[in-house]
Structures are given as structure tokens and as C-alpha cells.
């Protein structure tokens, strides 16, 4: 969907208008972005096409001001991806292959300048150092690397705060993201005793009311969202990832669907309580029985499963994976 049709006002903004001078306008205007209904999901562009990705949970829940400070920053990414197509896609998925390495992430040549770009914007606007020093830390990073990046932001404790500086922007926080029926893409599953046993009588009942919302992210996942029950689903690892994982996935997402009906047993967005989430951990440990069962390996599920780096810090992550009962290779 169109950029403007959620973000207004950025046009009018000089740290963007600073970004793409005289072109601000067609730029904005042409601009799109895609919803990605994860509630783990912030923002991000697309090294394909340049284009925005906006987590539908983020842009509901999170401050104004990070919101605000997030679209300044991926702009700047845009003017990057517009500049040097090919260096922008070369040096975004250095720290991505990596399952986001933060030490990568902190020291990237995209990512400095344009943190410095919305570390300024937030200095405009009034935010304090602290606060900015907390918007900037992204998961577990290395205390030194990130002193260092600290550095780079020319971010003090003793800087001096300026007034709050009024935003004027709209953000469109209802935006929503088109969802399709399960059954439309994912055949069979009513009719798999890994299914009957968790929903039983109600088994096609269930299925016939899931659905799936379609993501061009380029990680390889399928994902179950617990804000609103529907799976979200990467179109290019639909397309061509392994049929044994994609299974896998397909079971835990149900797995966590019957766990998280009723919202009772789901977790928060704190990372810490999404990997000792006892819901989540029984539903995991069902897809890897599940995933031994039709062949995978277990050192091509850890492999799989590395993705979760992102959202846990080490240790967290560590004894999750003894947790669901694999081992990670030292």
C-alpha cells in the first residue's frame, strides 16, 4: 500500500527533505510499504525493491516518538538504496546471514549514518540521552561494541536536552494487512493425525477459519501471530524452501494456535518471556518430534531455528534449545 496512505507528513519534514531534496515529494509519492502482521517484526527495507516492511504490531503498540524516529531512519535507508542498490543489498545481509548479529549490525556502514541521521532528529525533537541510548539498543550487543557505537552517535550524558519540538505527522495505527484462507494454500492438514490431535472433532472447522497474510521478507519463515491468530508466511521460503521445514513450521504454528486460544498463555513482547514461555516451549518440542519424524536432522533444525538469536539474548536462547530437546553444536 502507498506509504502516504499510513505515514503523513513526512514530506514536510527537513530530516527526510535533507535525505532526498528536491525529489522529497515524488520519492514520498511513489513510496510503498508492505504490513507484516508479527508482533516481533519492527521495520526494515527491502533490498529488492527499496521498499518499506512495518511490523502491524509495532506500529500499534510502540510511542509515537519511536514510531516517528523509525520511519526517519529506514527513509534514510531508502536514500541509500536509491544511491547504491547493489552496496546497500551487499551490506544489509551481512549481519542478516548471520541470524543479525549485533556486532555486525552496530558497525554496519548502513546502519552508523543512518542512526546518527534519527539520533539527530531525536536530539531535535527533545528526547533525553538516555532515552535515545535505549531506542538505540536492538537485542543483546556486546557492551564495548556498543560503547562504541555510542561514540560514532556523538551521544554524552552530560549533553544538554533540547525543548520538546512538536512532530507533525499522522500515523495511521488501524492499518491492517489483506489476510487468505489457509485452505487455500496449505491442503491436507485437516486431515493429518499431527492436526486431529490437537483440535479433534473441530479439526476442518478450525482450519476453515485460519489465515494467512503473505510477506516478501527474504528470512525463511512461517510464523504464527498471536495478536490476531492468523500465520504469516514468507512468499519467497513458500516457493522455494524445504517442504519437510515448511511442514515443521506449519505444525508449530498450530501447536501455538491451540495454546494461545484465548490469549491466556501468550507471551509478551519481552524476549526473555517468549523462550520460557511454557506454551511456546511444549509447542516447539512438538514440531521437532515432528520434524525428526519426516527426516530433518537435528543440526538442520537448529539451523532453522537460528532465527530466534534475534529475539532471545544468548542464554535465554541457549537453554531453550536444551528446553525442546535439541543441543546446539559448540
Same mark, same amino acid.
Not at 28 to 48: A, E, F, K, T
Given at each position: ?8 507528513? /513526512?514530506?514536510?519534514? %527537513? ?16 513510496? %510503498?510499504?508492505?504490513?507484516? !502482521? ?26 509515537? *516518538? ?23 543489498? #551487499? ?39 538516555? $532515552? ?7 537485542? !543483546?550487543? $556486546? ?7 555510542? *561514540?560514532?552517535? @556523538? ?16 500515523? $495511521? ?28 472433532? *473441530? ?5 476453515? $477459519?485460519? #489465515?494467512?497474510? /503473505? ?16 500465520? @504469516? ?5 513458500? @516457493? ?23 490469549? @491466556? ?51 535465554? /536462547?541457549?537453554? /531453550? ?7 546446539? #553444536?559448540?
Amino acid at each position: 500500500m502507498p506509504f502516504t496512505q499510513v505515514f503523513k507528513g /513526512f514530506e514536510g519534514i %527537513q530530516a527526510v527533505r535533507r535525505v532526498f531534496g528536491a525529489d522529497t515529494e515524488e520519492v514520498i509519492g511513489r513510496l %510503498q510499504i508492505r504490513l507484516i !502482521p508479527s508482533r516481533y517484526m519492527y521495520m526494515g527495507v527491502n533490498d529488492l525493491d527499496g521498499n518499506l516492511a512495518v511490523g502491524t504490531h509495532h506500529l500499534k503498540h510502540s510511542d509515537f *516518538k519511536i514510531l516517528y524516529l523509525d520511519i526517519v531512519h529506514e527513509l534514510f535507508h531508502v536514500g541509500q538504496f536509491m544511491r547504491d542498490k547493489e552496496w546497500f543489498g #551487499k551490506e544489509h545481509q551481512k549481519y542478516l546471514k548471520t541470524g543479525f548479529d549485533t556486532s555486525l549490525y552496530y558497525r554496519s556502514p548502513i546502519e552508523i549514518p543512518a542512526h546518527k541521521h534519527a539520533v539527530d532528529e531525536a536530539k531535535r525533537i527533545g528526547m533525553a540521552h538516555d $532515552d535515545i541510548a535505549e531506542y538505540l539498543r536492538i537485542g !543483546p550487543v $556486546d557492551p564495548k561494541v556498543f560503547v562504541e557505537f555510542l *561514540k560514532a552517535m @556523538e551521544l554524552r550524558p552530560d549533553m544538554a536536552t533540547a525543548p520538546a519540538a512538536e512532530v507533525p505527522v499522522n500515523i $495511521d495505527r488501524r492499518a491492517s494487512v489483506p489476510v487468505f484462507p489457509f485452505t487455500d494454500y496449505f491442503i491436507g492438514f485437516e486431515k493429518l493425525p499431527a492436526s486431529k490431535a490437537l483440535f479433534g472433532e *473441530k479439526t476442518e472447522d478450525v482450519l476453515a $477459519d485460519l #489465515k494467512v497474510a /503473505f510477506s516478501p521478507s527474504t528470512f525463511g519463515f512461517i510464523s504464527f501471530n498471536e495478536e490476531d491468530g492468523n500465520l @504469516e508466511v514468507g512468499m519467497r521460503y513458500l @516457493e522455494e524452501g524445504d517442504e519437510r521445514l515448511i511442514y515443521m513450521d506449519i505444525i508449530l504454528c498450530l501447536n501455538l494456535l491451540k495454546r494461545f486460544s484465548g490469549r @491466556e498463555n501468550a507471551p509478551d513482547t519481552d524476549p526473555q518471556s517468549f523462550g520460557e514461555n511454557q506454551a511456546v516451549v511444549e509447542s516447539y518440542k512438538v514440531a521437532v518430534a515432528e520434524a525428526r519424524r519426516v527426516g530433518i536432522s537435528d543440526s538442520k533444525i537448529l539451523r532453522h531455528l537460528n532465527a530466534l538469536n534475534f529475539i532471545m539474548p544468548p542464554p535465554v /536462547f541457549e537453554k /531453550f534449545i536444551w528446553n525442546i530437546g535439541l543441543r546446539k #553444536k559448540r
